[in-house]
């Protein structure tokens, strides 16, 4: 089992719909939760961190993170043709006297279509 | 405030040649980390530090690779010798600490071994 999941995808979705991007996660330990965006050629950009059960907003951007269920998504309201772009979710365990991680799925690829 | 920086953007070698990558990470950000992004794949943690010293090399291929954070600032990641399956986008990026907190990436460096 990989330790941070995601479908590869391409998830399409017409400008201006809802993209419902999904993360399911191995280890019950993992503390905190992060998605990045990464356009084609381009580094990973932190767009959203969440820390605790529930959801968390920022702008069009929710986060939705059930830890019970090692589940987290992301969600893209009105979808744009900026934001086709692949989405990584990272998972994050830290415990006193080891090193902290950082694990990356292999992230989902979003088209949005005109 | 100056992200990440990082050079050379491209490098090209050939295998059993040696290449040497250099990062410069947000200023006050007392955590370095070294990743390898292989085409359509997460970023895979190599190597990070705290200030100069290294906190976690578990994956670092030290057969090959070598990395080295003088002063607690900028950072050097070595290849030598280089394997076509090195080819990949080497980034660096950094953080306010171990402690969960953000981690924010630089441009990368594009490598291509033949």
């Known amino acids: 089992q990989k330790e941070v999941e995601q479908n590869s995808g391409p998830l399409s979705v017409p400008e201006g719909a809802i993209a419902s991007l999904n993360c399911t996660y191995s280890d019950r330990g993992s503390q905190s939760f992060f998605w990045y965006r990464q356009y084609s050629g381009k580094s990973p950009e932190l767009i959203m961190s969440?820390?605790?059960?529930g959801d968390k907003e920022d702008g069009r951007f929710t986060a939705q993170l059930n830890k019970a269920s090692q589940y987290v998504s992301l969600l893209i309201r009105d979808s744009q043709p900026s934001d086709s772009a692949t989405y990584l979710c990272a998972v994050w365990r830290w415990d006193t006297g080891t090193a902290s991680k950082l694990t990356f799925g292999t992230g989902t690829r979003l088209q949005v279509t005109l | 405030e100056a992200g990440v920086a990082q050079s050379p953007r491209y490098k090209i070698i050939e295998k059993r040649q040696s290449v040497a990558f250099w990062c410069n990470p947000i200023?006050?950000?007392?955590?370095l980390y070294w990743y390898q992004q292989i085409l359509g794949q997460g970023p895979k943690l190599l190597i990070q530090f705290q200030n100069n010293g290294v906190v976690d090399d578990s994956q670092l291929p030290k057969d090959r690779f070598s990395a080295e954070r003088l002063k607690g600032v900028d950072s050097t990641l070595k290849i030598q010798p280089a394997k076509l399956e090195d080819s990949a986008v080497y980034l660096c990026?950094?953080?306010?600490?171990?402690?969960?907190?953000?981690?924010?990436f630089g441009p990368g460096t594009r490598l291509t071994v033949t």
């Open positions: 200023s006050g950000h007392a955590t």
């Open positions: 969440i820390y605790s059960n």
């Open positions: 990026a950094s953080s306010l600490s171990l402690a969960g907190y953000e981690q924010y």
